[in-house]
């Protein structure tokens, strides 16, 4: 595949990846029929061997499949593709640009999840920095804890919560990039907590933190 490096089996050499640019715009197509499902599964399963600047993910919400690329006569040479060569006959929606979502300035937030019901309850407590970084240098997660405030095997939760609303986006419903989290500090009980109760409070705390700040919508380059 675009990528791999071929070399003698004997002369084993390993040549340096290739990193491609994220898509910046995306389509929803979708078959003209039920019975050509699963044959648009294998085409795409096809196409992305090929180009690794093609992507493909199934919308949540829609269950529509999105296709995304590098612009618009990549994806209509795509879909092109799909109708010559897999004799596929999709619909295909208006194009949408990729935005992005990231912040602006540093702050610091604390939130407590607490849940109690008629058995064990959930308890989480964290505070967080969120603060951005240069464009082009993603997501990191820093884990600043100390004395055991919050247990190591809880840590997952609280990275996987900020996650789960950077996904999803804050200000507009698109993903979140460069951007910085710190765990400072937090507490833990010794039954109601668990890696669940920590992955709501810092999902809330985050989501809290970023509004309390300016959010900045980008838009790709094109």
Do not use: W
């Amino acid at each position: 595949y675009t990528g791999d490096t071929l070399c003698d089996r004997d002369n084993s050499i390993i040549l340096e990846s290739i990193n491609f640019p994220e898509p910046v715009i995306s389509v929803a197509i979708e078959p003209k029929t039920k019975a050509e499902q699963d044959k648009l599964s294998d085409c795409l399963v096809k196409l992305l061997q090929e180009d690794p600047t093609f992507r493909v993910r199934v919308d949540p919400d829609t269950n529509q499949t999105v296709i995304s690329g590098m612009g618009e006569l990549h994806l209509e040479i795509l879909v092109d593709r799909m109708r010559r060569e897999f004799s596929l006959d999709v619909d295909v929606s208006k194009p949408q640009v990729a935005f992005k979502e990231t912040i602006t300035k540093e702050v610091e937030h604390e939130n407590k999840y607490v849940k109690q019901s008629g058995g064990r309850g959930q308890y989480g407590h964290v505070v967080i920095k969120v603060m951005p970084r240069e464009p082009g240098s993603g997501f990191e997660f820093v884990n600043k804890i100390v004395g055991g405030a919050i247990p190591k095997e809880f840590i997952p939760g609280v990275e996987k919560g900020i996650e789960t609303v950077s996904d999803g986006g804050i200000l507009a419903g698109f993903p979140m990039i460069d951007y910085k989290v710190t765990i400072l500090d937090g507490l833990h009980h010794d039954v109601d907590s668990s890696v669940l109760a920590f992955e709501l409070a810092s999902r809330a705390c985050f989501k809290e933190a970023c509004t309390k700040v300016t959010l900045k919508l980008l838009e790709p380059f094109m």
